[in-house]
């Protein structure tokens, strides 16, 4: 369908004509199509016939003023009054249509503005995935994402690459982009990705359980923009043009996915050194040096990536319940409630305080794991200890720890005299 162009343009079209030149080189002056152009060669300035046609929402004209014509703060969304059309009225043509009828009875909306903010360094990073469709790393192209992390006071960019985008990836790249700023502001602004928010978006939306432990063993808040507000995480939406220009993944063929990350990081790095940070007027590498003394330094072991995160009260038995499975965990922690994650082939438990107690196996045919050295200790104010093990659970212990080829047949004997 021919674009609508404003009345210069079509001027331009007709000298250009004029001039002999193709319809083709014209539309590619213009920015349209060519059948654009053959459009308005044929017309000869006659008078575009689409003006005179009525809209096909005049005759829902009253309905329309009545919704402009209700009191409110906010300017009128012509979305849900076309969905009200639709449900309550019948109207059986597009949105489009209302939204010009609107604009040409009311007159454009006015302009909205937003409040630009310069975060202080330390507060603040941005993050957002970027989809690159075909990547080359070896075996044809593919489809792979960039997690990218952006320090909003310095700019400093992180890229980290992925072949896929669920919880597990997800934790792994934040992990992997707070390595390469080296700490963690107090806040990251993210978009409302599934992996981070379990319902809603923004302000009003729901942080995922898991996302939200994770965020609290790394130490930073959570930020949800508003949804298509591209302008709330503005830094990291130029980031991710600027991985596309830092390396050419169209056209390059790298030796895997080490390879790219390896590609990648040296581009940042060089990048880095000759961008201009707008807000203290030095190289990005530079002011990132300074912003990086103020960032919350990355805990000695970063968390495990995990898709489920539950809290449990620890029985009296030592026990915890996690996907129809019992760990054990040390004892003085009976009757507190403990936290389990559920990583890529482990189970671990962290203390309210985020202390690692025990790491398990995941999704194994065995249902109980016991670690002996949980029920060892002295009492607490709180707990007392378990009582030793007997004569018998002793003699089973001393069996269970040694293989099977070099238990003695007198320890047999030993333990069946003990059981008379």
């Keep these: 369908m021919p674009c609508r162009l404003r009345r210069e343009e079509i001027v331009t079209i007709e000298v250009l004509d004029s001039k ?107 993050s957002d995935w970027g989809i690159f469709p075909r990547v080359d790393l070896g075996a044809g192209p593919e489809r792979l994402s960039a997690f990218v992390m952006t320090l909003s006071y310095s700019r400093m960019p992180a890229i980290v690459w992925s072949t896929r985008e669920d919880q597990l990836s997800w934790l792994e790249c934040h992990n992997r982009a707070f390595e390469r700023l080296g700490g963690v502001p107090a806040v990251n602004r993210i978009d409302n990705p599934k992996t981070a928010m379990s319902a809603g978006a923004g302000a009003w939306g729901t942080i995922h359980p898991v996302y939200a432990a994770y965020a609290r063993s790394m130490g930073f808040h959570v930020d949800a923009c508003a949804p298509r507000s591209p302008e709330a995480k503005g830094k990291v939406e130029s980031k991710v043009r600027l991985s596309r220009r830092l390396v050419d993944v169209a056209r390059e063929r790298f030796e895997g996915i080490e390879g790219l990350q390896a590609r990648s990081d040296e581009s940042v790095r060089k990048w880095s050194e000759r961008a201009v940070c707008p807000a203290t007027g030095e190289s990005v590498a530079a002011t990132w040096e300074k912003e990086r003394e103020l960032l919350r330094p990355l805990p000695a072991v970063l968390p495990q990536p995990f898709d489920l995160s539950v809290l449990r009260v620890v029985g009296r038995d030592a026990l915890v319940s996690f996907e129809s499975h019992q760990y054990s965990v040390p004892f003085e922690f009976s009757g507190l409630t403990v936290e389990v994650r559920g990583c890529a082939g482990k189970v671990q438990i962290l203390s309210a305080e985020g202390r690692l107690l025990r790491e398990y196996p995941r999704g194994t045919a065995k249902r109980l794991w016991i670690d002996p050295s949980c029920y060892e200790g002295q009492s607490t104010d709180r707990v007392l200890a378990p009582p030793p093990l007997g004569a018998m659970g002793s003699r089973l212990a001393e069996i269970i720890a040694m293989p099977v080829e070099q238990r003695p047949l007198d320890l047999y004997a030993a333990l069946a005299e003990v059981a008379r």
């Design 20 to 126: 002999q030149v193709a319809a083709r080189a014209i539309a590619r002056q213009l920015g349209v199509c060519e059948g654009t152009v053959r459009y308005h060669l044929k017309r000869k300035g006659a008078a575009d016939g689409r003006c005179a046609k009525p809209f096909a929402a005049q005759e829902f004209a009253p309905v329309i003023e009545a919704w402009f014509s209700t009191p409110s703060d906010r300017p009128v969304n012509v979305r849900a009054l076309y969905d009200s059309l639709v449900a309550d009225h019948g109207y059986r043509d597009s949105y489009k249509s209302v939204l010009r009828y609107v604009r040409h009875r009311f007159g454009a909306p006015p302009i909205r503005t937003y409040r630009r903010v310069e975060t202080p360094p330390g507060a603040q990073a941005q």
